[in-house]
Structure formats: C-alpha cells, structure tokens
C-alpha cells in the first residue's frame, strides 16, 4: 500500500487560504488520492478525489502535480467550522488505509 | 445528516457481556464496513461486505461477529471484549466495494463503546 506523509498539525487564520501538502512518493499507476475530514466524535467525511493536475469542488481544491508523488489540498477563506483533522489517502486495490492525519486549527 | 445512522451512539459494557451495534444505510448502497477508531490511532478497517456477502475480514478477533441481513443494515455483535476495545466504532457505506465508488464512503456517527 502507499504510504502518505502530511503535516501533523497546522493552524491558521479566518479568511485565510489553507494548502495541506500530502507525500506518497510510491503511488502506483492505478491508485486514486481521496481526502476525507473528520470532526470530533463524528465519522470522516469525503471531501475530494482525484487522478492527475487539477480538481475542483464546492468544498476545495485538489492539486496534483504530474509525478504524482504528492498533492495538496487546497481549502479557500477558511472559517471557524472548517478546524478538523484532515485525512489524505491514497487507496490501491479498492482499500482505503487512513492515516494520523492533519489536525487544522482555525483560529478567530 | 450522511444517510448513514448507528445505535446505540454511546455503550458501557462489562467484559462479560454481549451486545450488538446497528448500522443502517439510507442511500441504496451496496456495501457497507466496519471501522474500529481507537484513541490516537488511524481508523481501521474491520469487515466489509458487499451485497451482504463478507468480502473482507482484517484478522479481527472473534469476539467481533458482524452480520449483514441485507445490503441496508449491518450489525456487529460483541461478546467478551475486553477494556483494549473500547474505542468509537464506525459504519460506513458506499455505491461499490471496487473502483472509484469505493473511495467515497458515507460514515455514520459511530458509537463511543466503553469496556469496563
């Protein structure tokens, strides 16, 4: 399975935009990158998937460059609600493996 | 609201006892899972079954025994757990268990389970 690295924590103002940089240097040929959010005591939520270059919903952005060895989360004018941890896969053979992920703090 | 619910949302147990948690799906899904969550620990997958039929079982101890009546509920019965189990267990569900469905799956809010 891939691994994924992301910054264990990060804070950041309202308003601001947030980028979370994921790493998984051995991504395979078929393997999707997902990221789900998860608050407290509440299951992890789908927020965006993608393959290559650019995808974009009304939640985020998803970067990906064309090596596929990372890919950045891209949140616009955070608030207050989006402070949650943030989960990047990478799921190979239909299995999603979570890891630690990034606790984001939003301060006011 | 993610089409997805779970009962009881909190549970105490003693080690002796045997209880059941429920899952039920809203969304015409066709597979469904168990994930264990355990404080400070990534979520991790315990059972997935997919038109009702188990597809995946991840070494889990037999005092874990799910059951899938029918592609909209999935149970889990516990007997005998020990303090180590307790942890907030979630059901999720998705479209498919292969492909790009797999990799959007709708969570319920889990169950906070105590093991005394």
């Known amino acids: 399975l891939a691994k994924t690295t992301q910054p264990i924590s990060m804070d950041s103002y309202e308003g601001q935009e947030v980028n979370i940089t994921c790493s998984h240097n051995?991504?395979?040929?078929?393997?999707?990158i997902t990221w789900y959010q998860q608050f407290p005591s509440q299951g992890p939520r789908f927020i965006i998937q993608?393959?290559?270059t650019k995808v974009t919903n009304e939640v985020a952005s998803l970067f990906i460059p064309a090596d596929r060895k990372s890919s950045t989360l891209s949140l616009p004018r955070v608030s207050l609600s989006d402070t949650a941890v943030y989960y990047c896969?990478?799921?190979?053979?239909?299995?999603?493996?979570f890891g630690t992920g990034t606790r984001l703090t939003i301060i006011p | 609201e993610t089409g997805v619910t779970q009962t009881p949302r909190h549970l105490v147990m003693g080690m002796t006892n045997k209880k059941s948690l429920k899952c039920e799906q809203h969304?015409?899904?066709?597979?469904m899972y168990w994930y264990k969550q355990s404080a400070k620990k990534p979520l991790e997958l315990m059972f997935v079954?997919?038109?009702?039929?188990?597809?995946e079982n991840n070494s889990v101890p037999s005092r874990f025994s799910p059951e899938c009546p029918n592609s909209s509920h999935l149970f889990l019965h516990l007997h005998t757990l020990q303090p180590e189990d307790s942890a907030l267990y979630l059901c999720?569900?998705?479209?498919?268990?292969?492909?790009?469905?797999?990799?959007?799956?709708?969570f319920g809010p889990g169950t906070r389970l105590t093991v005394l």
């Open positions: 969304l015409g899904h066709n597979a």
């Open positions: 993608g393959y290559k």
């Open positions: 999720a569900s998705s479209q498919g268990s292969s492909g790009r469905n797999y990799n959007e799956q709708f």
């Open positions: 896969l990478v799921v190979r053979n239909e299995k999603l493996t």
């Open positions: 051995n991504i395979a040929t078929n393997d999707y």
């Open positions: 079954y997919n038109f009702k039929e188990q597809t």
